[in-house]
């Protein structure tokens, strides 16, 4: 077979182990037929109905019971779902009707099937699978996870459509842009959203595998995503290599990274090979994702944004104010914790879980950085361990898990957080709005996320460049007021603003704010409404809150936050 010319790292088409991609015919042939036999999300998902939701956790079991069940067993669809998805056999004469463009021998040649223990049989090779976004779907080709292969998976597996690769590409703020960059892109899922507003894309990986992977679904899928498979180059430039390695000397407008953030711990003595390729950076800790944010400026066009998954270690808090591990939570329930931004704050305000990726980040960068979840050693390990199938080997599982702990506790470690970075390089003359903010948010929030950061952003940015008390305001749709009072009090003791959309975030006000946020219609300036406030309350009331030598002024800044966070908002242009 064919390895890449280290020339040009173009190719990819016949990497051992991977899906051959230098034979289009073939493959549109493929295509042809998986439309032919209706193998898209939709069906798919009529077809298992409640039993799709467990093939989601790995369980095969419902959806095969549910194919034995079926009126016509042997038809197209079920067979393609039987074989590709399910892990299971079929065979010559039923894949050779589900395929009849390319027939079973044509799918051998190709690497996506491979013989079976039965005599005139043949299995999947490789996951094949329907992938539904915005209005386009296409078919994506990755390694069979350990639910359709029994044991341990492969150290250079080639990842498919996983909760943390559909969290980057929902997350993902779109916006048109000349040049990007897919960093580590296994199997190619976040190219195939950035060609979508992106002129050209450079996706690079480690994995040669994970590359011919990447050009097999981008040539199965020519159509879908407007490329011309006898030139790929003309859109997409594949390389091979570490990190920033293949595009050193080169900018890019957006970078999209789902990296190998997982921290494993090291041995002396380990292998490159005895890595998780798609997961294991092969650096101890979290130093991967420190070096790789470390080096994004040097790639980016003044302007340009990155956005990466990443985990970060959090160390014991230094102080009995730590927020590792704890809520925001108030006497009502709520969760009030909100932000830090480090642009009007403090460097000592940086949360305790943030100080990580804080110390990561250059000085000339803005950031919004995101926890999402915080895990302790012993669940991140139980994670990581159940992810690549470890604990069918208990002596090896138990080894494992030992040797986690023992990482984690070396660097003093109490929690690991998993979340979201986005990172800007201020363009010339440019607002930098976002400033650095440090945010958790572990409750549910809308989802796709991207048009929830892109409208957060753009406000920012607006608010940056004007005075704020002229801006004019009005609450947004979706939010809505709570008051919590003692029985029998005159006045409540907690208002609280609640988000019913986007990151669904909640306010605790005094009464001076609650005023300003009752009064903005749209028609007065903020300026104009938090002088009328202090009028009302007197300046000693709204000192009481948030003292300041000008009480109005104190007011604005405070409702120029509701608005950056979405709870108030820019009228529409009047007709």
Do not use: K
């Amino acid at each position: 077979m064919t390895l890449p010319d280290p020339a040009n790292q173009q190719p990819f088409s016949r990497v051992p182990d991977a899906p051959r991609s230098d034979d289009p015919v073939a493959l549109r042939h493929l295509a042809q037929d998986l439309g032919q036999a209706d193998f898209r999300y939709a069906a798919v998902q009529s077809l298992l109905g409640p039993a799709a939701e467990a093939l989601g956790r790995d369980q095969v079991v419902p959806a095969l019971w549910v194919l034995d069940h079926l009126e016509e067993p042997h038809a197209p669809l079920p067979t393609l779902v039987r074989v590709f998805l399910l892990g299971a056999s079929a065979p010559t004469a039923l894949l050779d009707a589900a395929l009849p463009s390319l027939g079973a021998r044509g799918a051998l040649r190709l690497g996506l099937l491979e013989p079976a223990t039965a005599p005139g049989e043949f299995r999947a090779a490789v996951d094949l699978r329907p992938y539904a976004w915005d209005e386009a779907e296409a078919w994506v080709a990755s390694d069979l996870g350990a639910h359709q292969r029994a044991g341990v998976l492969r150290h250079d597996h080639v990842l498919g459509i996983g909760r943390a690769s559909l969290t980057l590409a929902g997350s993902t703020v779109r916006r048109p842009a000349a040049r990007a960059l897919d960093l580590g892109t296994g199997c190619g899922i976040q190219t195939f959203h950035l060609l979508s507003h992106c002129d050209h894309v450079t996706a690079t990986d480690l994995s040669a595998r994970a590359l011919g992977f990447t050009r097999f679904n981008l040539v199965l899928n020519a159509d879908v995503l407007g490329l011309d498979p006898e030139h790929l180059d003309a859109r997409v430039t594949l390389r091979a290599g570490s990190l920033l390695e293949p595009v050193q000397g080169e900018l890019f407008d957006l970078v999209v990274s789902n990296p190998p953030f997982v921290i494993t711990p090291r041995r002396a003595d380990e292998e490159e090979s005895e890595r998780f390729t798609y997961r294991d950076g092969g650096l101890p800790g979290d130093q991967l994702v420190a070096t790789l944010v470390r080096a994004l400026p040097d790639v980016l066009e003044p302007g340009g944004t990155a956005q990466l998954l990443a985990n970060w270690e959090i160390g014991r808090p230094t102080d009995t104010a730590g927020h590792a591990g704890t809520s925001g939570a108030d006497a009502t329930g709520a969760d009030t914790t909100g932000s830090v931004d480090s642009a009007r704050a403090d460097v000592d305000d940086i949360p305790d879980w943030a100080a990580g990726p804080a110390a990561w980040i250059r000085d000339d960068l803005e950031c919004w950085v995101i926890q999402r979840d915080l895990e302790d050693p012993t669940g991140y390990a139980e994670t990581w361990l159940q992810d690549a199938s470890q604990g069918r080997d208990p002596q090896a599982a138990a080894a494992s898990y030992r040797a986690y702990l023992e990482d984690f506790a070396s660097r003093n470690v109490e929690g690991i957080g998993l979340g979201l970075v986005w990172l800007r390089r201020p363009g010339v003359d440019a607002p930098a709005g976002v400033g650095r903010r440090y945010e958790e948010i572990t409750h549910a929030v809308d989802s796709p996320l991207g048009p929830v950061l892109a409208e957060a952003i753009m406000r920012a940015d607006a608010l940056a460049a004007v005075d704020p008390s002229l801006l004019h305001a009005q609450v947004a749709p979706d939010v809505t007021v709570e008051t919590h009072a003692r029985p029998g009090a005159e006045h409540p003791e907690v208002i609280l603003l609640r988000q019913g959309a986007g990151l669904r975030r909640v306010a605790r006000l005094d009464t001076a704010l609650a005023g300003l946020v009752s009064a903005c219609d749209g028609e007065l300036a903020l300026g104009s409404i938090a002088r009328a406030v202090v009028a009302l309350l007197g300046a000693a009331g709204v000192q009481e809150a948030a003292p300041a030598a000008d009480p109005a002024s104190a007011l604005v800044d405070a409702a120029a936050g509701l608005l950056r966070d979405g709870f108030l908002r820019f009228p529409p242009p009047s007709e």
